[in-house]
Structure formats: C-alpha cells, structure tokens
C-alpha cells in the first residue's frame, strides 16, 4: 500500500494528534461511484470503516473492521450480484523517515525476520499525516474477490458449453479423473 497520489475516499489524520474515539471513514456518494470505477464494479452502495489508532512508537496502530454492500460483476456470466463485504482492518502507519532509519540499520546486517499471523500491514507515509481513507479503499479493493459468480454463473457455463470442474465427460475423462488422483 502507498501513501502517495490521489484517493477517491481521503481522510486525513494528523499522526502527532490522534484522535481519542475511535475514526468512521463513510465514503459519500461522489466517492462510491469513484471507488465503483476503480474497482470495477457494478456498484458501491454502501462502505463504512470503524478504526481506532493508537500510537506505537513513532507509528500508529490503526485497528477495525470495514463494512461495504457493493454489486459486483459475475466472471463466468458478465452479471451484477450484490456482495457484502465485512473484514478486520488490522495496519501500521510508519512515517517514512523511520522506514528509512530501519532499512539503514539494516543494510550490512543478517536480520532475519519472522512474520506471524497477527502482523499487520505496514504503510509508510511522509509527514505528519496519513491517508486513513486510502488504506480503507486499498482494504476494499483486497476483499473484493476477483473472480466471484453470481447466481447464473453454471447457467452461463452450461449456455457456452463449459463444464464445471469434475463434472466433464467424453473419452479423456475418465483418463484425466485417473491422473488427478495419482
């Protein structure tokens, strides 16, 4: 994720002054049709985040969970279906200087580093501020499955002559079933 260029959902947080409650970033309608172009969806109907931040050192902890309703676009059948989208925002926010402080302290030196599951997202940033609306948009963007179908997708399949995986037939099925399971 970077922090630099143009959002369609900004919402900019001064990383010296965090705010005490927790942060709702709620894309407006100008915004969820320009989150629906980047993502190319049927639609955007609905995304709001609820995220709290806590400092960490010289970087922020942003932690909660996202909500969108969207409509997306079925890969086998070309048809719009709504989705709902609900997932744990879990990242850090590190200020750039201190990313390059650490790749520094790190140059010449046999760091191993290991990630467990519960590691967040880094996102660097310059400044003062960070982009807390661009992560969420970002979060979106990842929680989209790009190849979701819809309900008329085997009715699709079938219409093109297409059969679903384990259900063809001929003379090289039976051959083909037998080398899957070697």
Do not use: W
Not at 17 to 41: D, G, K, M
Not at 111 to 120: F, H, Q, R, T
């Amino acid at each position: 994720m970077s922090g630099s260029g143009h959002s369609e959902l900004t919402h900019l947080i001064n990383a010296r002054q965090l705010p005490a409650e927790a942060v709702i970033v709620e894309a407006n309608e100008a915004e969820r049709a320009a989150l629906t172009q980047r993502f190319s969806l049927g639609s955007v109907g609905s995304l709001r985040a609820e995220i709290s931040l806590e400092p960490e050192g010289k970087a922020v902890r942003a932690s909660g969970t996202l909500k969108a309703k969207i409509v997306q676009i079925c890969a086998v059948s070309a048809e719009e279906f709504p989705a709902n989208i609900n997932e744990v925002l879990d990242f850090r926010f590190v200020a750039q200087s201190d990313a390059a402080a650490l790749d520094h302290a790190a140059e010449g030196a046999d760091i191993e580093v290991e990630l467990s599951g519960d590691d967040c997202d880094e996102i660097y940033f310059t400044g003062d501020t960070f982009d807390l609306g661009e992560a969420v948009a970002q979060s979106l963007g990842l929680a989209i499955d790009p190849y979701a179908e819809g309900p008329d997708a085997d009715a699709a399949r079938k219409a093109a002559g297409i059969a679903k995986e384990g259900e063809q037939d001929g003379p090289l099925a039976a051959m083909l079933a037998g080398l899957k399971r070697d």
